[in-house]
Every structure is written in C-alpha cells, then in structure tokens.
C-alpha cells in the first residue's frame, strides 16, 4: 500500500487523522468497532493445536456420529461410508485454508473480508444468510443437548404429568426446561468471548478423544471384536453406489460448508499462517476417525443388543448405570457444546456486529443469537421430520457454496491476496471496496447466477413441484459444488469485463505499471 493511496478517502474525517500511515486510519464508526478491527499481535494467540483442537471440538459431536452411519443404512460398505466422508473433508479442506488465509494476513473477520468481494454494504447479504443458517442450527444442537440431560433424568420425572407436552408449547415442560438449562450453560461461555472459546475448546479436545475411545473399547470388548462391523458387506450395484455417492458427498460438504465462509472469524487470531494451516489439516483425519467410531459403535449394538441403536444418546441410556449417565451427561454436553458455540454462534454474533457496530458487540451479538435459537423452536423443526430439517439445511447450506465462489475468486483471483485495510472501513464512495452505492452488483447478481439452478430441486425435495426434471435434480444432489463454480466463474467474467472497460477509459501512459 503506498502513502498516496492512505490520503485519498480520509477527507470526510477532518482533522483525526493527522496520521498518514495507512495503520492508524481513523474508519468510520459505523463501520467498527472493537470486535471488527484488524486483530493485533497480542490478540493472535491461536497456535496450530489449538486450531487442531477447535476442529476436534467441532466434530464430535451427534450430528457427525451420525454421518456415516446413515450412509450404510442407505446401503453403502463401512469403508465406503468413511471414504465417502474423509474425501468431501479433504475436498473442503482447499476453501478452508484458502478462505482462512486473508483472515490470517489481515487480523479481519468473515464479514469484513465479505466487504472487499460484496462491497461495504454489500456485505450484509452473505453474513445475514450465514448467520440465519448459524441460528438455525444453533437451536438444533441446544435442543440434542437438552434431549442428553432429560434422557438421563430419573423414570419418576419421565412419567410424570410435567413431561406431557403441551399444545402451545409444542413440546413437555420437562423437556423445555432441560433445553433452557442447557441454553443458559452455553451462555456462560459465550459471554467470555473467543478467548473463553479458545480456552473450552483446548481444554476439552483430549477430553473428548478420551471419552470416544471409551466408548470404542466398550463396544469392542461387549461384541467380541468388529466382526460384525467388516462383515457388512455393499448391498449396492455400481452404478446405485455413484448415484448416492454424489448427494452423500455434497451433504458431508455441506456439513461444513458454513464454517468453510466464516472461517475468517478463528484464523484471525491464528499466530502464523502455518498454525492456520496445520490446525485446519486434521479435519479429514477428525471426522475419518469419530465417523469410524459412530460406524463401529452402532454396528456393535446389533450384536450386543439385538437391535441397531443409531442415536448415541439412546446407546447411552441403554447401557444404564449410574456412572454411564454421568459420563454420558457430560460427554455429550461437551461433544455439543463444543461444536455449537464455534459452529453456530461465532458466525451470527460477528455478523449482527457488522450489521450495526454501535449497538452490537461480540457479546450482545452472541446473545440475540441464542435468543433467536429459542424463536426458531428447534423442537417443532425436528419433530415435523428429521428429513426435513435436513432438507433444509442442506438445501440452505447449499447456498452457501456460491458466496465462498465469490469470495475466492475476488480474493486470490481478482486481488491476488492484496487487500487495502484501510479501504474496508470507509464509506468514502472513492474507496475501494464502495462499488455501487456500497454494493458490488457483480457479486449479488453472481450470487442469484449461483442460487437459480439449486431451487426447481430444492422445491421438488421439500414437494412444493412435484416432478422436475433429472438436470434440476442432479444439479441439486451436487448442489455445493454446481453453486460454488457457476457463481465464481460469473463472477469472475462479469469482473474481468468491468476491470477491461475500466482501464480503457483511464489510460495513463505516464505512469508506469509496478
């Protein structure tokens, strides 16, 4: 960045800026605050085991138990249930890293990068529907973790008359309550901010691993072994196991497709680059090994109980004892709490900061987000059909595909990593990230290019259409992946254009290009 560039869009900010280096700009306020600057040295405090632990955090947990296992009862072997799901990790690992990188280099969270691509205003639209999605899940896994505590009450609360569900409510008072417990207990972490983030995560990865080889062993010792497990053998013919090997790779990258965006708001507080990416590497590995786990366990559960038992927490009921349901409690309340509050609170509290820094902080924003995860009545979403709830993550989380897209394309592409710090913090309409009245109608109309092909198949899965045809439908089992390119090659075109026109009317042959 040269010392001109730092002059031009500070002429609104009279007389606070008397300095010209481009770090101490003075940004406009309602473009910052504490929780959106650029993150210092000090702040950066994330090493690469951290980052690994964070991972580890996000993937054990229910949701993911149950990843493979539904692959197999779908028909697939147990090692194509795990390929299946390392290769869309591995897949996912590419807009990991890359995305994490500018977070890294710049100090700036999801929603400012989304600036330089979407323009200043234009940023909202990407962080809103991240964040939505961010709600949305974030009522799902406080509600499994609610579901934990009630499972292991005693049978007298069970039956009592308290544990009827009400027709308001859509749901038992019991239940609520232990919804509300285990709310309030999230709480308390998220009020620490990321640093009481970092420090639950790091403190509970080994945890963790510990308690899922437990529950290893204890299935390998009661089953006499994995017979079982290798014995199942792929009921499907090769072409079956193509056509459900594409949507199956598709909804595991959906899985982490959100955090694939807003990866941004972690690696920010990354030392180096290299702690970004050796932490972000382990994941393939994380979900391989806890999706083996969730594969075995269940398997075992055949032989040991005489039915399949899928729902980790319904295994653990079943074991009994008093020490299981501790474990268990605590376990699972970990496993969940763990993935929520990074999945699904980091993402919506930063974006409800950056749609109005003055009155939200990191804390408030984190806040509003639990309370619209109580609005979004998780219970009533999973009782209607756990399909749907699915369907519409998925599908929803297949809308996330063309943003990342966008955000590459602009970044690595378009600005070959080179962004002007200064420039995402003005609204001066000469900056470079103000486009179009703060929007950048190349990227909102490359985002619409992304989402039009997704939808005849998405209506036809929630059956709103009745028959589409086989292209909508193939294009909505590769959703992510159709999204994601059709978006940022558009945008890539429409910007390559622009730029063209751009540089014909401005022809400088006095100053040479550096």
Same mark, same amino acid.
């Given at each position: 960045?040269?010392?001109?560039?730092?002059?031009?869009?500070?002429?609104?900010?009279?007389?606070?800026?008397?300095?010209?280096?481009?770090?101490?700009?003075?940004?406009?306020?309602?473009?910052?605050?504490?929780?959106?600057?650029?993150?210092?040295?000090?702040?950066?405090?994330?090493?690469?085991?951290?980052?690994?632990?964070?991972?580890?955090?996000?993937?054990?947990?229910?949701?993911?138990?149950?990843?493979?296992?539904?692959?197999?009862?779908?028909?697939?072997?147990? /090692?194509?249930?795990?390929?299946?799901?390392?290769?869309?990790?591995?897949?996912?690992?590419?807009?990991?890293?890359?995305?994490?990188?500018?977070?890294?280099?710049?100090?700036?969270? $999801?929603?400012?990068?989304?600036?330089?691509?979407?323009?200043?205003?234009?940023?909202?639209?990407?962080?809103?529907?991240?964040?939505?999605?961010?709600?949305?899940?974030?009522?799902?896994?406080?509600?499994?973790?609610?579901?934990?505590?009630?499972?292991?009450?005693?049978?007298?609360?069970?039956?009592?008359?308290?544990?009827?569900?009400?027709? /308001?409510?859509?749901?038992?008072?019991?239940?609520?309550?232990?919804?509300?417990?285990?709310?309030?207990?999230?709480?308390?972490?998220?009020?620490?901010?990321?640093?009481?983030?970092?420090?639950?995560?790091?403190?509970?990865?080994?945890?963790?691993?510990?308690?899922?080889?437990?529950?290893?062993? /204890?299935?390998?010792?009661?089953?006499?072994?994995?017979?079982?497990?290798?014995?199942?053998?792929?009921?499907?013919?090769?072409?079956? $196991?193509?056509?459900?090997?594409?949507?199956?790779?598709?909804?595991?990258?959906? $899985?982490?497709?959100?955090?694939?965006?807003?990866?941004?708001?972690?690696?920010?507080?990354?030392?180096?680059?290299?702690?970004?990416?050796?932490?972000?590497?382990?994941?393939?590995?994380?979900?391989?090994?806890?999706? $083996?786990?969730?594969?075995?366990?269940t398997s075992s559960t055949k032989v040991i109980f005489g039915t399949l038992i899928?729902?980790?927490?319904?295994?653990?009921?079943?074991?009994?004892?008093?020490?299981?349901?501790?474990?268990?409690?605590?376990?699972?309340?970990?496993?969940?709490?763990?993935?929520?509050?990074?999945?699904?609170?980091?993402?919506?509290?930063?974006?409800?900061?950056?749609?109005?820094?003055?009155?939200?902080?990191?804390?408030?924003?984190?806040?509003?987000?639990?309370?619209?995860?109580?609005?979004?009545?998780?219970?009533?979403?999973?009782?209607?059909?756990?399909?749907?709830?699915?369907? /519409?993550?998925?599908?929803?989380?297949?809308?996330?595909?063309?943003?990342?897209?966008?955000?590459?394309?602009?970044?690595?592409?378009?600005?070959?990593?080179?962004?002007?710090?200064?420039?995402?913090?003005?609204?001066?309409?000469?900056?470079?990230?103000?486009?179009?009245?703060?929007?950048?109608?190349?990227?909102?109309?490359?985002?619409?290019?992304?989402?039009?092909?997704?939808?005849?198949?998405?209506?036809?899965?929630?059956?709103?259409?009745?028959?589409?045809?086989?292209?909508?439908?193939?294009?909505?089992?590769?959703?992510?992946?159709?999204?994601?390119?059709?978006?940022?090659?558009?945008?890539?075109?429409?910007?390559?254009?622009?730029?063209?026109?751009?540089?014909?009317?401005?022809?400088?042959?006095?100053?040479?290009?550096?």
């Amino acid at each position: 960045m040269t010392s001109s560039s730092s002059s031009s869009g500070g002429d609104h900010h009279h007389h606070q800026s008397q300095s010209t280096s481009p770090l101490f700009f003075e940004p406009d306020p309602t473009l910052t605050n504490d929780d959106l600057k650029p993150t210092t040295s000090d702040q950066r405090t994330f090493t690469g085991l951290e980052m690994a632990s964070l991972w580890v955090g996000l993937v054990v947990g229910v949701p993911t138990y149950y990843l493979a296992g539904s692959l197999v009862d779908l028909g697939m072997a147990w /090692w194509q249930g795990i390929a299946t799901v390392v290769a869309a990790n591995v897949i996912l690992l590419f807009p990991l890293v890359l995305t994490g990188h500018p977070g890294t280099k710049y100090g700036i969270s $999801f929603p400012v990068l989304a600036r330089s691509s979407f323009g200043i205003r234009g940023a909202h639209i990407p962080t809103l529907l991240r964040a939505l999605v961010g709600c949305g899940w974030y009522g799902i896994e406080t509600w499994i973790g609610g579901e934990a505590i009630f499972l292991l009450l005693p049978e007298t609360v069970k039956q009592s008359t308290l544990a009827k569900p009400l027709p /308001w409510l859509g749901t038992s008072p019991v239940e609520f309550a232990c919804f509300i417990v285990f709310w309030s207990a999230q709480l308390g972490i998220v009020w620490r901010g990321i640093d009481g983030i970092r420090e639950l995560e790091k403190y509970s990865a080994p945890i963790l691993i510990l308690l899922t080889c437990c529950l290893l062993s /204890w299935s390998y010792v009661n089953a006499g072994g994995f017979g079982h497990m290798l014995s199942l053998s792929s009921s499907l013919s090769n072409s079956e $196991f193509w056509s459900l090997f594409f949507p199956s790779l598709t909804a595991n990258i959906s $899985f982490w497709a959100t955090l694939a965006l807003n990866i941004p708001d972690f690696t920010r507080y990354a030392k180096t680059q290299k702690d970004q990416i050796i932490g972000q590497a382990g994941l393939p590995i994380f979900m391989g090994a806890f999706t $083996f786990v969730g594969l075995a366990v269940t398997s075992s559960t055949k032989v040991i109980f005489g039915t399949l038992i899928s729902n980790p927490i319904q295994l653990l009921g079943a074991i009994g004892g008093v020490w299981t349901k501790i474990l268990a409690i605590v376990g699972i309340s970990l496993a969940t709490i763990t993935t929520n509050i990074a999945a699904n609170v980091v993402a919506p509290a930063n974006a409800l900061v950056n749609l109005s820094p003055s009155k939200f902080t990191f804390r408030k924003g984190a806040m509003l987000t639990a309370l619209l995860g109580i609005a979004f009545q998780p219970w009533r979403l999973l009782q209607s059909s756990e399909s749907f709830v699915y369907t /519409w993550l998925v599908g929803y989380s297949a809308l996330m595909g063309p943003i990342g897209g966008i955000i590459l394309v602009d970044y690595y592409l378009i600005r070959k990593a080179n962004l002007s710090v200064r420039d995402l913090y003005t609204l001066n309409p000469k900056g470079a990230y103000y486009y179009s009245g703060g929007y950048n109608l190349a990227a909102v109309a490359a985002l619409i290019v992304g989402i039009l092909p997704v939808v005849p198949g998405f209506l036809n899965k929630v059956g709103v259409l009745g028959s589409v045809g086989g292209v909508f439908t193939v294009i909505y089992n590769n959703a992510w992946f159709i999204s994601f390119l059709s978006s940022g090659i558009f945008y890539l075109m429409v910007s390559s254009v622009k730029r063209n026109r751009d540089n014909q009317q401005q022809m400088e042959p006095l100053l040479p290009q550096s």
